[in-house]
């Protein structure tokens, strides 16, 4: 059972680009969730995603920035125009369901997407 | 607004001691309590996940507790090794996780 898979794991991208982050749950899970870890800095929620639907986007800066999960492939970070302070780590996780509930709670993290903006 | 704060920030330890690793946070309406590992420039490492409804879990050397009243759990991690040095996050959930800024430990040799 593979984990948690996120590709590009380095992508560069000169100001005013696109940056597109892909990342495949975990077999079985069908939760999704992006966080953003900036240099010196701790992890900072994004968004969390079931297929289809954006469950909560509270931590998705207002501009330029769009996730979705579709029914079929991966989930998507897209930045838009990107600028130098969109230099990080981004991170993806997967839980799975749990009897009762939507999620277990329990993460398990991707190696994460280096972005690099020139 | 959940915070959640981890002391101290880093910690340098002799091989063989024991870790000693604290998390707080401030809204005691969690669902569960996680730490993991994060070693320079790669992901995040589940290491325990704690129920809101548990005490503590163990696993090998590591064993964290939570006490949900007072909104702190503890890494103990027993007999420290070389290869345990890395950056130890603690997170709260629910369900996206709040994570604490880490302790960076090193075990010296």
């Known amino acids: 059972n593979a984990g948690v898979m996120q590709n590009p794991r380095h992508l560069v991208r000169r100001r005013g680009q696109e940056a597109r982050l892909r990342c495949s749950p975990m077999?079985?899970?069908?939760?999704v969730y992006w966080y953003r870890q900036l240099p010196e800095e701790g992890l900072k929620f994004m968004v969390y995603?079931?297929?289809?639907?954006?469950?909560?986007e509270s931590g998705m800066p207002k501009e330029r920035f769009s996730a979705e999960f579709p029914k079929e492939g991966p989930s998507i970070l897209r930045i838009q125009q990107v600028v130098r302070g969109d230099s990080a780590a981004y991170f993806c996780?997967?839980?799975?369901?749990?009897?009762?509930?939507?999620?277990?709670?329990?993460?398990?993290f991707g190696e994460g997407s280096r972005l690099t903006v020139l | 607004k959940q915070e959640v704060t981890q002391i101290p920030a880093a910690l340098s330890v002799p091989e063989g001691e024991n870790l000693v690793l604290n998390c707080s946070f401030t809204?005691?309406?969690?669902?569960?309590l996680q730490w993991f590992r994060q070693d320079p420039g790669k992901g995040l490492t589940s290491l325990l996940l704690?129920?809101?409804?548990?005490r503590e879990q163990t696993s090998g050397r590591l064993n964290a507790s939570l006490d949900k009243s007072s909104g702190r759990s503890t890494l103990y991690i027993a007999a420290s090794q070389p290869g345990d040095s890395a950056t130890y996050l603690c997170?709260?959930?629910?369900?996206?996780?709040?994570f604490g800024a880490g302790t960076t430990v090193t075990v010296r040799a």
């Open positions: 077999k079985g899970h069908s939760h």
């Open positions: 997170a709260v959930s629910p369900p996206e996780l709040s």
């Open positions: 996780a997967s839980s799975p369901p749990a009897s009762g509930g939507p999620t277990t709670g329990e993460l398990f």
């Open positions: 704690i129920q809101s409804s548990q």
């Open positions: 995603l079931q297929k289809e639907n954006i469950i909560d």
């Open positions: 809204d005691s309406a969690i669902y569960n």
